[in-house]
């Protein structure tokens, strides 16, 4: 018993039993479609996010205009995913310039920290109850994106919409395999440290655009 | 930390805090919104009653079966390619946590905040060893820029107001004008962190749930560094107490639903960061190594007594302190040690002894507004109780760190003749008319009455007892 690892085992290990008790039942909120829509929506618009409700052929065009509207100088996305390559395809020498985060960020770190106005990624569900976006970024999608640059914004399909946290991680099937990361985000980076005071984009983004799309 | 019997100065600077104006609004400005932003959040008793219910049971669990969720958590971050380190002691993962960076060359290191790195002094060892950590959470920062420690377990410079602020970022952050604008100074932050990040060899960052059931790190925040901490630098080292480990991720869900509502009344915190791999093959961020450092620190030996057990379920979601009338009253810098509170009166002595902070299971009314607001269901005062009797009295067998400490010979004495007293009819009679007799010449700065009488009026004994007079009246008292 020579190793810290095995001397707090071992008092662990020696304490008296207690059983485990049951856990009881608790249900988290459950919402019928249109009311999950709208809770989403608006827990999400409680935390300071914008959201817009677009078409799967549409959003590249109301983006263009949404950034344009903020003067958006330019966009990090990500060049592989069916998304990116949507976006690429209509964009077409006007709107924003696209940078592409397509290395390793040893040589991107510049771009992403000092240069990015926005980036661009998708979202694999989104949690009514708590209007959050559930990221589980990718090699092709990478981490920072939804991070470092001023504006996120984020595409998410309407029918991946659950009522719960509880209900992703089930339907989901996150116990069998976890990714790197997963990230739920629940609005702009914001922080109230100072008398309480709410100031977003302390360190991520200051703006979050979700861009919502329709079921059709 | 080896702390000696001389920190018990709760009463002192509590005398202090309590005759500091600035200090008193700057509390209770704060913990005024706070309890009116939980109070929003748990307006349905019956959902907050079931759900609380939900969330003791998942720690409670947990802690029922600590050691076996240990190892699957092991087995589980190593499976995933995380390195797990055990420390007895502070300054066993004070050491392991410099030798990690030391490994990997690293100079300068950006820390998410995490409490344990505080119970640590973390940061105080690196810079020992000639590397920089730079707090990255606005609280955190401003109070290293002020050389200060947290005051508030969740709002770590909830002591200061905008002016204080305003002064220090002017004072210490280069080319920054006197602003007392949140929106200007959040952004001097912003602008003063991003080289730190960009530049910083390494991340630190505490954890909130580490899950056995798939070797997951979840850590909560709103801004963002704690993500930047623990993403940009190419290595990453978590640090957390052992007691953090839940068996499943099914038992995220409640748990998270009861912290952020119950630290800050906010539905969710911004960023919820699940951890459970450093960077794999192919992809273009995230740290190149992940360490997780597992601290005991005395809590194996909480974890024996199941009684105090109990303590462990903590969430670290501050409720009980921004509840506490003694809290809000005198702030967190007067209970001295690292978590302040209820929680912190509660802990503190289990972890560093009884004879080092005996005095701060004492600092309470017992009023239980802690235990009510808990969302883990800690019964807070009755284990307040249960310390305050260890103090004197040790149990046997299960003794806390420095129990029996608080007993003095003459307190001894004066119990065991009170026993003496009142066990024998005859030396009662006697003393009480002795008291009757006497008791009334008696200073008031007699040795055991000096201190009860500083803030009383001495008592005066009454020359007849009441057995006495009922006896005169005629009535029977055998
Ligand atoms: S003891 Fe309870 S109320 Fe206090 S910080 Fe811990 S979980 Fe929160």
Redo the contacts with the bound molecule.
Sequence with gaps: MNSPRERILARLKAAPQTAAPLRPDWAPPAYDASARKAKFKAMLEASHADVHEVTAADWPQRLKTILANKGVGNMVYAPATPAGRQLADSWAGSGPELLAYDRPVEDFKEVLVAKADAALTTARGGIAQTGSLVLWPTSDEPRLMSLLPPIHVALVEESSLTDSLAETIRVQGWASGMPTNAVLVSGPSKTADIEQTLAYGVHGPKELIVLLIGKD | MAAEASKMEFGAKAHVALNDPKLRANFRRAMDGLMTKRAAQFADEAEWNALRARGAAARANALAKLPELLEQLEANCLRNGIHVHWAETTAEANAIVLGILEAAGARTVIKGKSMVTEEMHLNAHLEKHGITPVESDLGEYIIQLAGEAPSHIVMPCIHKNKTEIAELFHDKIEGQPYTENVDELTAAARAALRGAFAGADAGISGVNFAVAETGTLVLIENEGNGRLSTTLPPLHIAVTGIEKVLEKLDDVPPLLSLLPR?ATGQPITTYVNMISSPRKEGEKDGPKAVHLVLLDNGRSRVHGDTELRDTLR???????MNHCPVYTRVGGHTYTFTYPG??GKLLTPQIEGLDCAGDQPHASTLCRA?AD????Q?P?PDLLVRLRTESVRPTQGQAVKGAGSSATTSETLGWKGWTLLYASPLVYRIGTKMLGWFGNLMPSSAPMLKQWTSVRTKPKFAPKSLHELAREKGYCDE
């Design positions: 119950s903590c969430i670290r979601c501050a409720a009980c209820p929680i802690c607001v808990c969302p883990v800690i807070i």
